[in-house]
Each structure stands twice: as C-alpha cells, then as structure tokens.
C-alpha cells in the first residue's frame, strides 16, 4: 500500500512529537510503542537517527520515498542551502498550502480536499496535491465547496498571522502565496542538514 494509513499515534510516540496532532495521547506515553517501549535504552547510530529525521520529514509532509528523493534531487539543483529549499519545496506543495491555509484540519485532509477538486489555484481546479505553488498563485476554495462543514469548522478561530509568507482573504476564503518561506518562519522541528548528510552518503 503506498499511502500510510495505520495508526498515527503509534508514529507520533515513534518520533516523541505530535507530528500529527496527537499532543494529548503523547502527554501520556512520551516513549515509543510497544511492550517494551519504556523500558527499551539502546543507542542509536549516526546512520539511524539521520534515517529518522528524514522519515519523521515523510510523515509530517504526507510525502512518498520516490516523491520525497525527487524533491531532494531538485533541492540540490537549486541554488541556496539544501536543506532550507528541500523544505521551502516540501512546504510549496498544494495540499501543505491548503492545510496553512486552515482550510483542513490536518494535511492528509487537505490532500483530500484537493483530491476531490475543491481548491482551485489562480482559478482553475488543480486537484495534484504535489502541485507546487508559486509565488503569487492564489489558493482558494472552489464556490460550491465553500459551505462544506470540514472547511467551515477549521477556519474557525485558524490563526493565520503565523504564517507570514501567505496572505489570507477571509471574505473569499482565499490566500495568496506571498513568497517562499524563511527556514525560521517554518514551524516543523526537523533538521533538515541530518538529511541532507544522509542523502549524500
């Protein structure tokens, strides 16, 4: 199966964050899953916790193997640090821009929405969540999705001043990707150098 469906707070402990929201069941159990997973002291090696920060990447972003190497590929064409592109790249994808919107509680919602064609960019139905969006594109809810209740009961009380590289119009429940973002305005807590010294193993 390629898109990850099983239990996201067993991912979330996995990695000790919320990746996916599940702060509440972590305050619990803030150790990995499993029988022995509060028990379990074993030292990781320099290869292991480099091939955690890059699945931890994956998991947060809803992002596949192959997706995720390409988009490293492109990063390291890009001129700037890789790491900050990779996640300037990874943050540019239409179903992340949908979720920083507040138009879906979660990514994989997002995804969702743009999957079955209710987000347009600049007018025109895109329904790739891969698609990445340029500076200046404007992101919006399409006319008849705007009453979904999905929709509705995320952006309520969503604030979308922590996100300065997007502009948000209320009143047309749409936002205008301003810019990409600095690497200090992401609020992701991944260290995106461990990847790039996996990847260039």
Known sequence: MARYIGPKTRIARKFGEPIFGADKVLSKRNYPPGQHGNSRKRKTSEYGVQLKEKQKAKYTYGVLEKQFRNLFAKATRTKGITGEVLLQLLESRLDNVVYRLGFAPTRAAARQLVSHKHIVVNGSVVNIPSYQVKAGDVVAVREKAKSLEVIEASLS?????????IEFDAASKSGKFLHMPDRADIPENIKEQLIVELYSK
């Not at 009380?157 to 590289?165: A, C, I, L, R, T």
């Open 157 to 165: 009380g969503f604030n979308h001043s922590k996100y300065p590289w």
